[in-house]
């Protein structure tokens, strides 16, 4: 029998700097972003007799919040250019191919402890189907924002492009409520992420952490979709 140290693995370079700038990104505004977006919802008190300044006013709060979603549209803009010249750097998983729905539950009935093990892939098809509904939840959150934004100036160039959002959806409480609720959609999702890219890094060893850094991932066995790299 092999030891550890007689493990043979293989290095697979798939991740570019655009998709790993702005996976780091993404990490930074969404914390920024729901952070901000709980203490719009309801403000802190200052328990004071007296009028008191703090830095923690809620037009700073505002500002953070409206700076931090301008700052991840565009990286979600470069994540889209990063997917045009980059052929790692897949939005989407390929739904038009039979062999993706074998594979996705086949991994599920791994992580639901019913399948000993699942095959090597360079992509997790069920992350990979996972982060398709991370982005339709982000595209939500983008347009009721920017509809509640420029909600009082309609005439402007953004009012035009969102104005309809709020008249589609009967008012503008209407996209403050499915804002607030997809922003805690977002959060479980990313803690239910953190936790499966620390289960792959040490319990499967993937290298799932050390990829977002280096692009690059080091496996023992020849992942299934290695072809697709070619």
């Given at each position: ?50 009028p008191t300044y703090t830095m923690m006013s809620m037009d700073l709060v505002r500002d953070i919040h409206f700076i ?83 909600m009082n100036s309609p005439n402007s160039t953004g009012g035009l492009l969102f104005g309809w959002v709020n008249t ?10 499915i804002h607030h609720y997809v922003a805690w959609l977002i959060i479980i999702f990313a803690i239910g992420h953190f ?36």
């Amino acid at each position: 029998m092999k030891s550890v140290k007689d493990v043979k693995r293989k290095e697979y370079y798939i991740f570019s700097p655009f998709l790993r700038i702005f996976h780091w990104i993404m990490v930074v505004m969404i914390l920024t972003l729901f952070g901000t977006g709980l203490l719009i919802t309801k403000p802190m008190d200052v328990m004071s007799p007296e009028p008191t300044y703090t830095m923690m006013s809620m037009d700073l709060v505002r500002d953070i919040h409206f700076i931090a979603a301008f700052i991840f549209c565009a990286a979600f803009i470069l994540r889209i250019y990063g997917f045009i010249i980059n052929k790692g750097d897949r939005l989407f998983p390929r739904f038009w191919e039979g062999h993706f729905y074998s594979e996705t539950v086949e991994v599920a009935l791994h992580y639901m402890l019913l399948k000993p093990h699942h095959s090597p892939f360079l992509r997790n098809p069920l992350a990979r189907a996972s982060y398709a509904g991370l982005y339709v939840m982000v595209a939500i959150e983008i347009l009721t924002g920017f509809a509640m934004y420029f909600m009082n100036s309609p005439n402007s160039t953004g009012g035009l492009l969102f104005g309809w959002v709020n008249t589609i959806l009967g008012s503008e409480m209407m996209s403050h409520y499915i804002h607030h609720y997809v922003a805690w959609l977002i959060i479980i999702f990313a803690i239910g992420h953190f936790y499966m890219v620390l289960r792959a890094e040490f319990m499967e060893g993937e290298s799932e952490v050390s990829s977002m850094f280096s692009g690059k991932k080091i496996l023992a066995h020849v992942p299934k979709d290695a072809n697709e790299l070619d």
